[in-house]
Structures are given as structure tokens and as C-alpha cells.
């Protein structure tokens, strides 16, 4: 039985001495890279960055309270996408255009959240607790300063901040232990406040539809129907 077992032990070692020497090769080889495309005019730290739901609009935002709106365009490519991860491949062509540049208020606090709205509005909030809205196209793109409308504003910072395009509102979560809901076509922006169920810190906020689900500082998460 010994002899019977040993041609398989041996198999089995050259198996695994096979499967050694090609991942010393794979440790050898370049490693995988991201293309580097470089966007101008950037702030020096990056605090958020966001999408627009329905454009190629762009909002950076940074520590000490300023805003870069970019306008990317992304041209697909038409070549066969190498299946080889090993490839070096080419950058993908994007085309980046600034767009405006601009500060969230006069506080000159961190901002800490941002967002974009299909109406192409650039919703941020920070540290000095207000919620501020920039309209793009209507405000004039000058070099810094402020151009926002003051929307409202916590007792505290305000980490999460997010828009439903599908019912119209923004959203915000402070560290005031505060939910607070936003519509700039009331009178009266903000429409409705919610304290925190659990007296806690809002921490992250997320939304898929009208359902909101808020993560607390305790550890629990709560879900409200926007």
C-alpha cells in the first residue's frame, strides 16, 4: 500500500511545485498600474468628490473650503479590451474642461460632503454645519469667491449629504444627531427635521429611491421613507 501511495504523493508535490514557480514568475513581472490622467487646477487636498446622476459633471472639493467643477468628456474606445491583465494597455482619451471654481461661504471650514443634481445644481456641506447650493450656468464662473445660496444650516458639521433627483430633495445628516430635509422650492427650505432615534451622531447616509438608510455613531442604522 505504501508503494501504491507514493507515485500519487509525488504527483502531488510536483503539482504544487509547478503552482510555486509560476506565481514567483507572476511576483517578477510590472505590476498593474492606473493610467495617469491629470485634471488641472485641482484643489491641494481633495476632501469629496461626486459625480452628476445625469451629466459628466465633476465637483472636487477640498479642506479649506473650495470647489472645482469639471466637465469630463469620455470618449469609449472601439478596440477589443485586452483580456491579459499583464498588458499594458493604453489611457483611455478623456477630454477635462474646468468649469468654475468657487468657496462654500465665507467660514473658510473644511467641506466635508457634495453632491450633484440632475438639474445640475452642486449641493456641499461642511464643517460650519451649512448646507450651500451652486447653480450651474447661472452663476457667474469667476475665479474664486462665494457664489452659493445659503440653503440652511445644523448646529454642528455635517458629514453626509445627499439629493433625491426622484423626489426632488436634498438630504443631510450632522453631527448635531440631526436628519434634516431640503427643498429650495419652498419658502421654507427646510421641510422637515429628525432627530437622531438612538441620540447619536449621523455618520453615513445612503438612499436608494425613496428609502434612507442612516448609519450612527452607536452602531445602529435607521431607514426612513423619503
Known amino acids: 500500500k505504501k508503494f501504491r501511495n ?8 510536483t503539482n504544487e511545485s509547478t503552482e510555486n514557480k509560476h506565481l514567483d514568475e507572476m511576483s517578477k513581472k510590472e505590476p498593474i498600474r492606473p493610467h495617469n490622467i491629470q485634471v488641472p487646477n485641482t484643489p491641494k487636498s481633495i476632501s469629496s468628490i461626486s459625480w452628476g446622476t445625469t451629466s459628466d459633471l465633476l465637483a472636487c472639493t477640498s479642506w479649506n473650503s473650495d470647489v472645482c467643477l469639471y466637465n469630463i468628456q469620455y470618449q ?50 461642511g464643517a460650519d ?9 447661472q452663476n457667474v464662473p469667476q475665479q474664486g469667491g462665494d457664489q452659493t445660496k445659503l440653503v440652511g444650516k445644523h448646529n454642528s458639521g455635517v458629514k453626509n449629504l445627499l439629493f ?6 436634498a438630504v443631510s445628516g450632522g453631527w448635531d444627531k440631526c436628519v434634516k430635509y431640503w ?15 438612538t441620540n447619536s451622531k449621523i455618520f453615513c447616509m445612503s438612499h436608494c429611491g425613496q428609502l434612507l438608510s442612516v448609519g450612527f455613531s452607536d452602531g ?6 423619503l
Not at 6 to 13: A, M
Not at 220 to 225: L, N, T
Open 220 to 225: 445602529k442604522i435607521a431607514f426612513y421613507d
Open 76 to 125: 469609449q474606445q472601439q478596440q477589443q479590451v485586452q483580456l491579459n491583465p499583464m498588458q499594458q494597455q493604453q489611457p483611455p482619451p478623456v477630454n477635462i474642461q474646468p468649469i468654475a471654481h468657487y468657496t462654500h461661504g465665507t467660514s473658510g471650514q473644511p467641506i466635508l460632503s457634495s453632491c450633484i443634481t440632475a438639474q445640475n445644481q452642486v449641493w456641499t456641506s
Open 164 to 169: 433625491s433627483d426622484e423626489m426632488g430633495v
Open 183 to 197: 427643498d429650495v422650492r419652498q419658502a421654507n427650505a427646510n421641510v422637515l427635521s429628525v432627530n437622531s432615534p
Open 6 to 13: 507514493f507515485p500519487r504523493q509525488k504527483k502531488q508535490e
Open 129 to 137: 454645519g451649512e448646507i450651500r447650493m451652486y447653480q450651474i450656468g
